[in-house]
């Protein structure tokens, strides 16, 4: 079971940039699909940005599409959101997911969660 940590949150101003990480544990990091997605307050917990486990064929919501970027490096056992252009609707908690086989954007097939990293946009 791989263990997930997210960090990189913090609060920017409209027009800003972020780059989340997740760090993972284990060997088998490298053959997980990985995933961010975002909870706001009083919302459900949205799909963001999805990449396979080699990192081709990454996906994407169209809400962040041209503004995110999804990465991932095995050998460092850690995977990247870079986030540019924020507005103040990307204000959430990000959190990453692990799962086996394909990318999904359905959040009930991910196994793995890290505990989230908190990002504001002020308008």
């Known amino acids: 079971q791989v263990q997930l940590v997210e960090s990189g949150g913090g609060l920017v101003p409209a027009g800003g940039s972020l780059k989340l990480s997740c760090a993972g544990s284990?060997?088998?990091?490298?053959?997980?699909?990985m995933a961010w997605f975002r909870k706001a307050p009083g919302k459900e917990r949205d799909f963001g940005a999805g990449i396979s486990y080699s990192g081709a064929v990454p996906i994407y919501a169209d809400s962040v599409k041209g503004r995110f970027t999804i990465s991932r490096d095995n050998d460092k056992n850690t995977m990247y959101l870079q986030m540019i252009s924020l507005r103040p609707e990307d204000t959430a908690r990000y959190f990453c997911?692990?799962?086996?086989?394909?990318?999904?954007?359905?959040?009930?097939?991910?196994?793995?969660w890290g505990q989230g990293t908190q990002v504001t946009v002020s308008s």
């Open positions: 997911a692990a799962r086996a086989g394909r990318t999904s954007t359905d959040d009930t097939t991910y196994h793995a």
């Open positions: 284990g060997r088998a990091f490298g053959s997980y699909s």
